[in-house]
Structure formats: C-alpha cells, structure tokens
C-alpha cells in the first residue's frame, strides 16, 4: 500500500472513530441534565435513575474518546509532520484552548460521575451542565482548527514558508462559524436519535417500560428540536462552501460542468472519465438556488479546475447524498414526533412509530460520518487549502500501512468490546426495571 | 519573556502529568507487582481524578506543537515507532481501567481487563522514558540512509531503555507512597510501605544504570552535568532527601512522605531539564541540536498560547483543586 494512502486512511479511522465518542460527549451531558433536572424538580426516582444510567454509558464512551483523542493530537505530527511544522504555530490557537475546555470537561465529569452523594442536587446538576458546555467548546475549538485547512487565513505563503503569522484571524477564519455550527447541531441530532433509536427498541419488547418511556421522550425531543434546524445550518454551510470551495462543491453535487443556471444533480454515479453522473434525478436550476440563493445564479463546476486538483468525485457525491438522505428522513420523523406529541401523545409508544424510530438509531452518526467524509475527502489534493498538498506534508517513514492496520485493528476491537459493554448494560438495566413498571 | 512564560507551562505540565498521571500508571504497575487484592483500593483512588490526570499530557502536546513546531516534529518523524507503542499503551490502559471499573457484570472479563491494564501500565511508562531518552541521546540522523538508521537506532539502545525503565520505577515509587494514605488497612498500608522502599532502593539502581549505559551509548552523561551547576545541585538534593523520605516511610507520615516524594520527581525532571538546556532534542550526528530558541514559534503564536495558558490556568486550577477537595479532602478528615 502507497504511503500517502495509508496514512489519509489511518487519519480516516482515527477521526472516524473519534468523531462519534466526541459527539456523544457533546450531546449526552444535555440529555442527563434534562433527566435530572426533572428528577430535582419532580423527585420521581424514574429520572435519577435514567440520568445514572446514561452517566455509566458517558463515562465509558468518554474515557475513550479521550484516549482517541489524545491518539489524534500525536498522529497530526506521526502522519503529517510536514503540515504540523508549517501550521501548528499558525492553527495552535484553537488547540491551545481546547486544552482548557477539554480539561474542564474532564474535571465536571469526574465530579459528576463520582459526586452524586457527595455534592448538592443543583450543583452536581450544573457540574453536568459545565460537561455539556465545555464539549461543545472543545468541538468548536476543534472544527476552527479544521475550517482553517478548508479556509485558510493569518498568514502570508511565501517561498513555501508562512510569513506575518496572525493566529487569531487564523481561527477566526471564514469556514469557522459555518462548520462548527453544523457540527455542533449535528452532535445533537446524532446523539439524540442513536439513544431514542435505542430506547425504542428496547421498548418493543417491553412497551411498559417507564424508564425506556421517559428515555425516548428526552432523546427524541432533543433529536428532533436539532433535526429540524439542521438543514439550516447546512443550507448556510453549501453557500459558504460555494463562495470558498467550488471544487468541493461541485464533487458534492456531481456538478462537472460549469453552467448558469445549474440543475440539482440528486444521487446518481458520478463518473469522472466521462464527467457525468448517471442514474441521477436532475432538478433544473436548484442548484443555482442552493448555492447563491438565485436560480439563474452561475455555478462553477469542476472543469474549472485543472484534473489534479479535483477532490476524488465519486466519494464525495455519495457521501453527500448519505448525509443530506439521512438528514432529511431524520428531519421528517423529528416533525412526526413533535407533531404527535403536540397533538396525539397515545399514539407515541404504538408499534410502528418505535419501529421507525429505532430504525433512525444509526441514521445520525451515518450523517455525521458521511459528513466528515465530504468536508475531507472534498478538500483533497489539499492538506492546507490552495497552500500545501496532502502528499506533500505526509510523513516519510516507509512502511505507514503498519501503523494503519495496527490502529484499524485496535478500533475494531474496541468498537466490538463497547458493543459487548453496552449489552451488558442493557441487561442489567432491563432487569432492574421490569419490575418498577409493574409497579 | 514569551517563551520564558510558555518553557513554564511546558515544565509545569510535564511535572503535573508525572505526578498525577505517573502515579496512576505507577498504581498498574504495583497491582502487577503485589497481585490482585489491591485493585479495589487502587481503582478507587484514581477513580474521579483519573481522566484529568491524563490531560496534562495533551497540553505538553499542544504547547509543543504550537510553540515549537519543529520539536513536534522532529520527534513525530524519528520517534514515530516508540511514540506509536506508547499511544497503543495509553488507549488500552485508558478503555481497560474504565471498562472494568463500568462493566454491569462482573465477571471473567474482568481478568483480561485487569490484564491488559497491568501490561499497558508498564508499556505506557516505560516508551515515555524511552522517548525521553531518544531525545538526550543524540543519535538521531537527518541524513539516515537506511531505515534502521534513520526509524530505529535513535530510540533502540541501552541508554533509552534505561531511561524507560527509570520511569517505570519512578511512577511506580509515586504510586506506592500515595497509595499508603489512601489505605485504612494496616497490614495493607504495611505492604505499601514496604513496596515503596524496595521501589525507591531500585530507582537508585536504575538511576545509576542511566549513568552507566549513557557512557556504554557514547554519551558523557557526567559531562553533561559538570557543565551545569543547576543540574548537579538538583541531583544532590534529590540525593539528599532520600534518608528524610525512608524515616517518613518508616513512620509512615503520609502527607511529609507524599511531600518528599513528589520533591524528589520534580527534582530528577528540573536536573533533566538543566542539563541539557536549552537544548530539547539532541540531534547528532553533526547536525545542530533543537533548542527552545532555534525551534520557538512567531512572536504572535508565542503571544496568543501564553494567554491561554495563562487564562487557561485560572480556570483550570480552581476547578481542579475542588475536584480533589472533593475526593481527597474527606479520607482525611475521616482519619
């Protein structure tokens, strides 16, 4: 295997890994502050109890989205250290707070996990609430260093070095606000729909369950109040990505050739010998809308760039099309919920709407996945935007492909034995509570 | 100024991860020593402060990365394999200690856990040591020809895994002593006691070993030293305190020992620091070394990781200092 191959793809599983246990460390602390929250304001135990049982599932994923975590901030240099000795000191910012908040986290979270008899109900709930805060900061932090790579800024390239060094424009830069918006709200919508996904399938057998019951209620309120904003920040993050990355936009939308109006490539097989998508359903002008909010508005297509430095189509197409699918079915069941809870709350636990929801379980973290996959694979040949190619900056020890399959192998089986924990959770947990419903 | 404030932090992070972190690593390496029946007490002391132990390391990485750009990689690039094997070590005892500790069911399972946990407790260490010996040594080669020369001989010597191994002792010396105020039970708080004085005996074997193999791997360690005062008076006090530390041992006066024990750590890392300062990689092979100057990021990053850090620290902390008040504080009072 070719070095650079290995080693975008050791980045991929490292940060496909991640992103979900990142997520979860964003959204979760919510959903068990809602939880206890009203177990302060109620005192049914039903809720403590539920807030309890997600903090063990939180604890488990966070501990190991930290240890990815600190995997990603070593192999940033292991893999590219080219690019690190050029961009650390002008994307360090973002990082350098994200130490803090991901400090923070760690500390409110040990206070939270540990501290249930030894803190006061509303200070051990706002511990939660600072969890919950600070992952949100560390994943904007995050996404600011990223959004750099898709748009850099505070720097001058000159002779291959960076000159007049600004770090503050550099993480304030332009792609910063619309990617960590959308990832953000996407944390939610992930996280929300994977634990009422799981909750509902739990109560498929066993549609009784209270704990289950008030479970899927928080999630899917959460999931669904995001879901429903979600197309949104996208809709915002598509223009901002048309103004800076036309060639990222059209690898996403399939778009070859340059043409004004543009229609809306939906689906489809792009094939990049004959520039053309097959099987696709085509909208005529929506593209042009989507992109410039006009539908006589011009859309650059690939052919304006020269063949090297178009992002590899077909991937990006296809992920494109997953995330936004994805986005969409989980926005309608998001306006199905909120519509049955407004109006026909009998018909919530009945058999096809569990159904559907615990359907929709992976549907999120498929999103955020395909998503990430766009914003990445979508900017290649670049590591840094128009400045250095991914090629250029990767490291030149031979042999990469070994840390690959080792760090593969390590992620597969973790992902195996955090399924295997989860189970025993779920069994445990049944066992509790099959009879507080009886009750 | 700048750089003075962020070589600060850089040191104060290192020596908090050492402290912390390393007596954690230290704990797995004890329960691999004494056997099982200490796992309990262990995981329950590291327990609520064991995920912000390990963040300090992350911040050394950033500082670096973003300070000084060139170490970072340097040290990615030529110590990509121990660097490697330490992250295996860190992902496996981080996921292990947790998932035993949050496992619904107890059972079999948690033998491997326990297993892992005790061999990654020792990796982790151990590569760290070796990385930090890599970096003293000087044998790194820019214009390597082969791949053993240029990946592999840096890092693949007596003297680094000497080094490593110095670190394995060290953290679990660390673990040992903090360990001892942790237990209310005699016969167990004897057994620390014990554990703590063989282990530091050891880590003065070991610590002589470094010596030995630096001179084995061409490096005159003892010059080194002879050239910086800061250095030798460092080792002689951490020398120094040694009898003080084995009476407080002896009648087990928890806080005094703690207190001495952490002074001797920081002591060993302040003579690593002297000794080769300002150099940080030794590169070799005629090739100029890193330094902190040489490698120091722009005027305006320096700027912007020192607000951070400082601002960083005001937050972090407080918050810390609560969280080990409300874990620590109690078993105090209840003694």
Sequence with gaps: MEDLLAARLQMAVSLGFHIIFACIGIAMPFLMAIAEYKWIRTGEQVYQDLAKAWSKGVAIFFATGAVSGTVLSFELGLLWPTFMEHAGPIFGMPFSWEGTAFFVEAIALGLFLYGWDKLRPWVHWGTGIVVGLSGVASGIFVVAANAWMNSPAGFDWVNGQAINIDPVAAMFNDAWFSQALHMTIAAFVATGFAAAGLHALLLLKDRNNLFHRKAMKIALAVGAIAAIVQPLSGDYSAKDVAERQPAKLAAMEGHFKTSQPAPLIIGGIPDEEAEEVHYAIEIPNMLSFLAHGDFNAEVIGLDQFPRDEWPPVLITHIAFQIMVGAGFVMMAVGMVYLYLYWKRREVLFQRWFLWIVGLCMPLGFIAVEAGWTVTEVGRQPWIIYGIMKTKDAVSSMPGLQYPFYLFTALYLLLTAILIWLMRRQIITLSERYESASAN | ?335
């Design chain 2, 1 to 335: 100024m700048l750089i003075d404030i962020v070589i600060f932090f850089l040191g104060f992070s290192i020596i908090f991860y050492v402290l912390f972190g390393g007596a954690d690593f230290g704990a797995g390496v004890l329960e691999l020593i004494s056997g099982e029946e200490d796992r309990e007490k262990i995981a329950d002391a590291i327990g609520p402060v064991w995920e912000a132990n390990h963040v300090w390391l992350i911040l050394v990485v950033v500082i670096l990365f973003m300070g000084f750009p060139k170490i970072y990689s340097t040290m990615s690039l030529y110590l990509h394999i121990p660097l490697l094997i330490m992250l295996v070590g860190i992902v496996l005892r981080g996921t292990a200690f947790t998932y035993m500790h949050y496992d619904a069911i107890k059972d079999k399972s948690n033998h491997v856990y326990n297993f892992i946990f005790k061999i990654s407790s020792v990796l982790t260490p151990l590569f760290l040591g070796v990385i930090v010996g890599a970096m003293v040594l000087g044998k790194i080669d820019p214009n390597a020809e082969t791949f053993y020369a240029a990946f592999i001989a840096p890092w693949f010597n007596l003297f680094a895994f000497s080094v490593g191994l110095f670190c394995v002792v060290l953290f679990t010396f660390l673990a040992a002593v903090y360990l001892i105020g942790e237990t209310k039970n005699e016969q167990q708080k004897s057994a620390f006691i014990k554990a703590a004085k063989r282990i530091n005996a050891s880590a003065v074997v070991v610590g002589a070993l470094v010596f030995i193999s630096a001179q084995m791997n061409d490096l005159s360690l003892l010059e080194l030293f002879y050239e910086s005062w800061l250095a030798i008076a460092a080792v002689v006090l951490a020398t120094a305190i040694l009898p003080f530390l084995w009476k407080s041992l002896h009648y087990s006066q928890i806080v005094l020992s703690r207190g001495l024990a952490a002074a001797q750590v920081i002591l060993i890392i302040l003579a690593w620091f002297w000794v080769q300062y300002p150099v940080v990689i030794n590169v070799g092979y005629g090739t100029e070394s890193l330094t902190f100057y040489n490698a120091v990021a722009p005027q305006a990053t320096m700027l912007q990781l020192v607000w951070a850090l400082v601002i960083g620290s005001c937050i972090i902390l407080p918050f810390l200092y609560f969280l080990m008040k409300t874990f620590k504080g109690k078993q105090f009072i209840d003694k």
